[in-house]
């Protein structure tokens, strides 16, 4: 039954009354326990002329968004204005999950499950490259730093994809064009920053899974079936992906409605408004915006030196054979995905228990440049590669918390065009990457040591810090 919380009625032949309406059906929908919002403005100047009258019902549950109406017919020749909960709503017998059932395993644990698993994919294809440079270089004769242009060519289409692909999320959800996307729609604010640990997770164990299985199958079938090998694989997600996954709960033919209620009441309310994208004078004139664009870059920068020459570094500086840099490499990324995990938990445990949103993700973000920067200065000092993997494990599970950090700080400023906003800093980012991609080359051809670029990438991470913590926020920003 409908929670009742206040009404009045309109007499009939009563003064001119505006109100808003949303109509909500299921047959149509062909989405058992699923609402189609669908605001409508009307207005009744004659309602004593009017046989039929309206009654129309506001949600209390904040399920609808700002000014959502539920309304019915009926044959009274009263109009009156309610209040009632999600309840007055009753999808079909058998439409949706038992609640039960659902809080088992809820749908967004399926989500981003799929999303981590093609975040291992996506990070798996890239890492075959950074293993095969090591044989190819030395077959013919590369120098370091056409070595660094060939590391860094994997890189170009990031920059104006990840643009467009932010964009077209924002527009026609994340199912159709990127899995992140999704996985932002489909969590609440306070469990987001969890959301994006388990997914990053999930793109940091894919640099695991490529490092110790790639010179195992060059081994067998070459670098051109290596690369076939991880592509069938995810031709293969593809399909579990699009039979399984909607890109908005409000699509979904299997969650709980109080699943559903749960995850779209975590929403801002903004995203259920049509205001107008902000113009790029708009964005470039806020200092919180730039707060994130320079984290990015940083991030980016000091992310894919270590994911483009960690195995060449541990060759040339240690003279192990391909295999033990595999290794070597592998154990930092694997130690990665797992504290990002607590990264993101950490995060929203803070927020949970009151702490703001601007504190929580300076903090995360300080320990996220902080921690690594000083690690690259110690690596100087390391005199076995064992201890030179000690130092890049610190530096990249510490690197994780930028997850928690700049990373989920987009929604927080400007949760509408969250999509559109990480594709912007992350093309911007996807730059900074395959410059200091191409520059660690050319030091190390220069200067014959990775040391000096290390070194000014640990300055980066430092001077980052202060700009991200003087102006980031954790308000909204673009309405």
Not at 326 to 341: E, K, L, N
Request: hydrophobic fraction near 50%; charged fraction near 10%.
């Amino acid at each position: 039954m409908a929670s009742v919380r206040s009404c009045r009625s309109v007499k009939p032949g009563a003064s001119p009354v505006k109100y808003r309406s949303t109509r909500v059906g299921w047959a149509a929908l062909g989405a058992p326990g699923r609402l189609s919002i669908q605001s409508v403005s009307s207005s009744s100047s004659a309602l004593g002329r009017d046989r039929r009258t309206d009654t129309a019902c506001a949600s209390s549950s904040g399920f609808l968004g700002d000014g959502g109406r539920i309304t019915m017919r009926g044959g009274r020749r009263v109009v009156a204005m309610c209040t009632a909960s999600l309840d007055a709503v009753r999808p079909p017998p058998g439409a949706a999950v038992a609640a039960g059932a659902a809080s088992a395993f809820p749908e967004r644990a399926k989500v981003v499950a799929l999303v981590a698993a093609v975040m291992l994919l996506c990070n798996a294809h890239r890492v075959v490259m950074s293993v095969a440079v090591v044989p190819l270089a030395a077959q013919y004769g590369w120098s370091s730093a056409f070595l660094g242009i060939v590391q860094s060519s994997f890189l170009w289409g990031y920059v104006f994809s990840s643009m467009v692909g932010g964009a077209l999320a924002d527009r026609y959800g994340g199912k159709k064009v990127m899995a992140g996307a999704a996985a932002l729609w489909w969590f609440p604010t306070q469990e987001r920053a969890t959301a994006v640990g388990i997914s990053m997770g999930g793109f940091h164990l894919g640099n695991v899974v490529s490092f110790l299985s790639t010179p195992i199958i060059m081994s067998h079938i070459g670098l051109t079936g290596t690369f076939a090998f991880f592509a069938s694989l995810g031709y293969l997600w593809l399909a579990v992906w699009l039979f399984n996954v909607e890109s908005d709960p409000l699509d979904s033919h299997t969650i709980s409605k109080s699943e559903l209620q749960y995850i779209v009441s975590g929403r801002s309310a903004s995203k259920l408004q049509g205001n107008k994208f902000p113009t790029l004078k708009e964005l470039l004139s806020k200092m919180q915006f730039w707060a994130i664009i320079v984290a990015n870059v940083v991030n980016n920068w000091g992310y894919f030196v270590l994911l483009s020459w960690m195995p060449v570094y541990f060759k040339t500086v240690y003279n192990v054979n391909l295999k033990q840099a595999a290794w070597f490499s592998a154990i930092p990324w694997a130690v990665m995905a797992m504290s990002g995990y607590v990264a993101g938990a950490s995060a929203d445990f803070l927020i949970k228990s009151g702490f703001s949103i601007a504190l929580v993700r300076k903090i995360m973000q300080s320990i996220g440049f902080i921690g690594p920067g000083v690690s690259l200065l110690c690596l100087k000092f390391a005199q076995t590669p064992s201890v030179a993997a000690v130092l890049m494990t610190l530096a990249l599970s510490l690197s994780s918390f930028s997850q928690a950090g700049y990373f989920c700080n987009v929604q927080d400023i400007a949760p509408k065009y969250a999509g559109s906003l990480h594709g912007l800093t992350n093309g911007i980012g996807t730059v900074a990457a395959i410059v200091s991609t191409i520059g660690t080359g050319y030091f190390v051809q220069w200067l014959g040591s990775f040391q000096a670029f290390l070194t000014l990438t640990a300055g980066l991470y430092f001077s980052a810090t202060i700009f991200y913590n003087t102006y980031a926020t954790g308000d909204l920003v673009f309405d």
